[in-house]
């Protein structure tokens, strides 16, 4: 059973779970975890572990259009090495500053491998919910995609230090807020874009048609794809590469970028009042989920696959 089945398990005793963060009376409330062999190559620094479990959990107060206020860590290792802990907490310090949060400290535990559970809290008076998206709107993303796959590529390759830059992300908690009093649906991409399209088009009852030209993919991306990173070398042409760079931008997630839904009139405002660059990938629809008119597979992330 991977995530997602255990999370439709859950549903009949969970009713209210579904979207980025639990609200509790205002309150926005979220929390992650993230293990070495999992969800760190080797090569990532604690101070990038820590500035990337911590900012996971902000990412999803973001994608509430949160306020976010303060995180703390559980941090769990095999032994406590002061430089490695110290490291840690400057990364997580340095997100939530990013972000206008505080971190505000945690637990210390023991485990068979180093492993980061995270907690965010933020304030909402009226969040945004993956549900409120309707046909005829237009769908939007945050930033770029893809910067997470080709950190990884690049970890591979040992260029561990532009990898560590890249696998660093800033949550996107201004840009939410921004976005707030105009998106109809959002939520943020840590599954990757495919996967956050049919989330939104499941909870809002709706389709999507996006074009692939529209998307926004991370320079970072294309580089790495087109200097030997990608996964096809026997026979690597223009069709693999495309293929490589489409795996990467749409499929491969772990970018923590916003993907919102808006009324067409309200894009101007949208634009000018986020910090953040706004692309327009498409369309919403009354059912489907395609690009370039075709079926867009639900695929990403999973854990427990």
Request: charge should be negative.
């Amino acid at each position: 059973m991977d995530e997602r089945a255990a999370l439709s398990l859950l549903a009949d005793e969970l009713p209210h779970a579904g979207d980025d963060a639990a609200v509790v009376d205002g309150q926005v409330l979220t929390t992650d975890m993230l293990h070495e062999t999992r969800d760190f190559p080797d090569g990532t620094t604690r101070y990038t572990e820590g500035w990337r479990a911590v900012g996971a959990s902000l990412s999803d107060v973001a994608a509430m259009g949160a306020e976010a206020t303060a995180a703390v860590a559980v941090y769990a290792a095999p032994e406590f090495d002061p430089e490695e802990l110290r490291a840690f907490v400057a990364g997580a310090t340095d997100v939530c500053e990013a972000v206008g949060a505080e971190y505000v400290g945690g637990d210390l535990d023991e485990s068979r491998e180093f492993t980061a559970t995270t907690t965010a809290l933020g304030r909402a008076d009226d969040p945004v919910l993956r549900s409120g998206a309707s046909a005829g709107e237009v769908v939007c993303v945050t930033g770029t995609l893809g910067r997470t796959g080709a950190a990884l590529r690049l970890f591979e390759q040992g260029k561990i230090e532009l990898a560590n830059d890249l696998f660093r992300f800033e949550p996107r908690v201004a840009a939410g807020r921004a976005l707030a009093p105009h998106a109809t649906a959002m939520m943020d991409s840590s599954d990757g874009l495919a996967r956050s399209l049919h989330q939104l088009a499941e909870a809002s009852d709706c389709g999507f048609a996006v074009e692939w030209a529209a998307l926004p993919v991370d320079e970072s991306v294309r580089e790495v794809v087109e200097n030997g990173g990608g996964r096809s070398r026997e026979g690597d042409d223009e069709t693999d590469r495309e293929a490589d760079l489409r795996e990467l931008a749409v499929f491969f997630g772990e970018d923590f970028e916003l993907v919102f839904t808006v009324p067409e009139a309200d894009l101007s405002a949208v634009r000018n009042a986020s910090p953040t660059p706004i692309s327009v990938v498409g369309e919403v629809t009354e059912s489907d989920v395609e690009m370039d008119g075709e079926d867009l597979p639900d695929r990403g992330f999973t854990h427990g696959r």
